[in-house]
């Protein structure tokens, strides 16, 4: 999903990640919070505007918003009679966590979201974790199909049988060792480089008109919301 | 004195001896290929020079200063370009870009001098338009490329290459064997490419039951 709103080019994917990130903690925070309509609906209008500006892009977002809204139809349906009221409440709310998610976070490719994390105070440590985890798991996968592809050019057809047990088993085993192997090659790699505790980052974000702009539009419309309806 | 010089080098892996009282010097701007059977230790010299293998007796000299510790070995790496065998091992940067410049900025150089490398290797390797490509969606030759032009930035010293042409086509291994006779640091290039071999026309070293030799250039034709 990353991959495809973050390559789309409007108003919302050229912001600042940390813009976006401040942007969307400050709303989904009293979105997940709210119990009330009125509450609810204060904080609404970023997202349904976020999501019209994503319109052109429906095609990639309904295959999100489809299997995310069958979920919570069928989770809803277990209040839907005797409270229809609170089952629309809950569809509203999971639904513009889910746009607000896709428009400030999505639209923007991974290693801008971490990045601009680490420039909000996010330990360093961490992110490195979880930059890794990103970046392998594709690797990881590869390796998976990969291996899965020799065994079935060898004649290995999955079946329930202890014989596929075994083979997955072998695969698996052949996955953690050779993820071990490139962990440290990798680790390798890094200190031949001269990695000593820090990833540095090439391309650095420049704070724009354009996004003080729509953060101080946002944190406006976000104090007028709490001032309204919370305090 | 030599720039790198090797001394009655033992390394010892798993209880296999892999290199045997080795004696190996290259001088500045030398630049030299080993050849030698699978599993002879090619890789594991080269591990051995950067300080990833421990060895068993011996002693590394690098611009006359003997690697010992870790911390030697740290120094001396700065200078060293090291690319692996297989660049999966070797890359991990989210986007070309940022692969390019990791040593730079890890190393210090300043950003207008990291910026001005990063340009010149991507123009270099033809890689501009790659630029923002994430690594893991990278063809194999691509990879290659990247994993030369990434150590490159490093402005290294010496550098060491593990069959630096695997995987490429006709055009880009015409591009990196260019580039390699182009630099103008000291190259260790380990290789079973008969071709590369014939192409660059260096000396040669054959690694051979845990010693390096002089061979003949009529060895690639085997």
Same mark, same amino acid.
Request: net charge positive.
């Given at each position: 999903?990353?991959?495809?709103?973050?390559?789309?080019?409007?108003?919302?994917?050229?912001?600042?990640?940390?813009?976006?990130?401040?942007?969307?903690?400050?709303?989904?925070?009293?979105?997940?919070?709210?119990?009330?309509?009125?509450?609810?609906?204060?904080?609404?209008?970023?997202?349904?505007?976020?999501?019209?500006?994503?319109?052109?892009?429906?095609?990639?977002?309904?295959?999100?918003?489809?299997?995310?809204?069958?979920?919570?139809?069928?989770?809803?349906?277990?209040?839907?009679?005797?409270?229809?009221?609170?089952?629309?409440?809950?569809?509203?709310?999971?639904?513009?966590?889910?746009?607000?998610?896709?428009?400030?976070?999505?639209?923007?490719?991974?290693?801008?979201?971490?990045?601009?994390?680490?420039?909000?105070?996010?330990?360093?440590?961490?992110?490195?974790?979880?930059?890794?985890?990103?970046?392998?798991?594709?690797?990881?996968?590869?390796?998976?199909?990969?291996?899965?592809?020799?065994?079935?050019?060898?004649?290995?057809?999955?079946?329930?049988?202890?014989?596929?047990?075994?083979?997955?088993?072998?695969?698996?085993?052949?996955?953690?060792?050779?993820?071990?192997?490139?962990?440290?090659?990798?680790?390798?790699?890094?200190?031949?480089?001269?990695?000593?505790?820090?990833?540095?980052?090439?391309?650095?974000?420049?704070?724009?008109?354009?996004?003080?702009?729509?953060?101080?539009?946002?944190?406006?419309?976000?104090?007028?919301?709490?001032?309204?309806?919370?305090? | 004195?030599?720039? =790198?010089?090797?001394?009655?080098?033992?390394?010892?892996?798993?209880?296999?001896?892999?290199?045997?009282?080795?004696?190996?010097?290259?001088?500045?701007?030398?630049?030299?290929?080993?050849?030698?059977?699978?599993?002879?230790?090619?890789?594991?010299?080269?591990?051995?020079?950067?300080?990833?293998?421990?060895?068993?007796?011996?002693?590394?000299?690098?611009?006359?200063?003997?690697?010992?510790?870790?911390?030697?070995?740290?120094?001396?790496?700065?200078?060293?370009? *090291?690319?692996?065998?297989?660049?999966?091992?070797?890359?991990?940067?989210?986007?070309?870009?940022?692969?390019?410049?990791?040593?730079?900025?890890?190393?210090?150089?300043?950003?207008?001098?990291?910026?001005?490398?990063?340009?010149? *290797?991507?123009?270099?390797?033809?890689?501009?338009?790659?630029?923002?490509?994430?690594?893991?969606?990278?063809?194999?030759?691509?990879?290659?490329?990247?994993?030369?032009?990434?150590?490159?930035?490093?402005?290294?010293?010496? =550098?060491?290459?593990?069959?630096?042409?695997?995987?490429?086509?006709?055009?880009?291994?015409?591009?990196?064997?260019?580039?390699?006779?182009?630099?103008?640091?000291?190259?260790?290039?380990?290789?079973?490419?008969?071709?590369?071999?014939?192409?660059?026309?260096?000396?040669? *070293?054959?690694?051979?039951?845990?010693?390096?030799?002089?061979?003949?250039?009529?060895?690639?034709?085997?």
């Amino acid at each position: 999903m990353e991959a495809v709103l973050s390559k789309s080019k409007n108003i919302l994917s050229d912001l600042d990640p940390r813009v976006k990130w401040i942007v969307f903690i400050l709303y989904s925070v009293p979105i997940a919070l709210s119990i009330e309509w009125n509450q609810l609906l204060c904080f609404s209008p970023l997202p349904a505007a976020s999501s019209i500006i994503w319109m052109k892009e429906w095609k990639n977002v309904l295959p999100v918003l489809l299997p995310a809204n069958g979920f919570l139809a069928f989770v809803s349906a277990t209040v839907a009679f005797s409270d229809p009221d609170l089952a629309l409440f809950l569809i509203l709310k999971s639904n513009l966590l889910i746009l607000l998610t896709l428009s400030l976070l999505a639209s923007s490719s991974i290693f801008e979201i971490l990045h601009a994390l680490h420039h909000l105070g996010l330990p360093n440590k961490l992110l490195q974790l979880l930059f890794f985890s990103y970046r392998y798991i594709h690797t990881l996968k590869e390796q998976l199909d990969i291996t899965l592809k020799s065994a079935k050019a060898r004649g290995f057809s999955p079946a329930t049988n202890m014989k596929t047990y075994k083979t997955y088993a072998y695969l698996l085993t052949n996955l953690l060792v050779r993820s071990y192997i490139r962990s440290e090659n990798i680790f390798k790699a890094m200190k031949a480089r001269g990695y000593r505790g820090e990833v540095p980052v090439f391309r650095h974000f420049k704070m724009k008109t354009e996004d003080r702009l729509f953060l101080g539009f946002a944190i406006m419309l976000w104090i007028g919301g709490i001032w309204l309806f919370w305090l | 004195m030599a720039f =790198l010089a090797v001394r009655n080098l033992t390394v010892k892996r798993e209880g296999r001896t892999v290199l045997s009282e080795l004696n190996f010097k290259v001088d500045r701007g030398e630049k030299i290929l080993i050849v030698g059977e699978n599993g002879a230790g090619k890789t594991t010299f080269l591990e051995t020079l950067l300080g990833f293998v421990k060895a068993a007796t011996g002693e590394i000299l690098f611009k006359g200063k003997a690697l010992k510790e870790e911390e030697d070995f740290r120094e001396a790496r700065k200078k060293i370009g *090291y690319v692996f065998q297989n660049p999966d091992d070797q890359l991990f940067s989210p986007t070309v870009e940022e692969e390019l410049a990791f040593a730079p900025l890890v190393l210090g150089f300043e950003r207008e001098k990291v910026k001005r490398l990063v340009e010149k *290797y991507l123009k270099l390797f033809g890689l501009e338009k790659l630029r923002n490509k994430p690594i893991f969606k990278l063809s194999g030759g691509e990879k290659r490329l990247v994993s030369i032009a990434c150590v490159l930035t490093q402005e290294p010293e010496l =550098l060491l290459l593990d069959e630096p042409t695997t995987g490429l086509d006709r055009e880009n291994f015409k591009k990196v064997t260019e580039i390699l006779r182009s630099v103008d640091c000291s190259v260790i290039t380990v290789t079973h490419d008969t071709k590369l071999i014939e192409t660059l026309n260096w000396k040669i *070293y054959k690694l051979e039951k845990g010693r390096l030799r002089p061979a003949a250039h009529s060895l690639s034709r085997k």
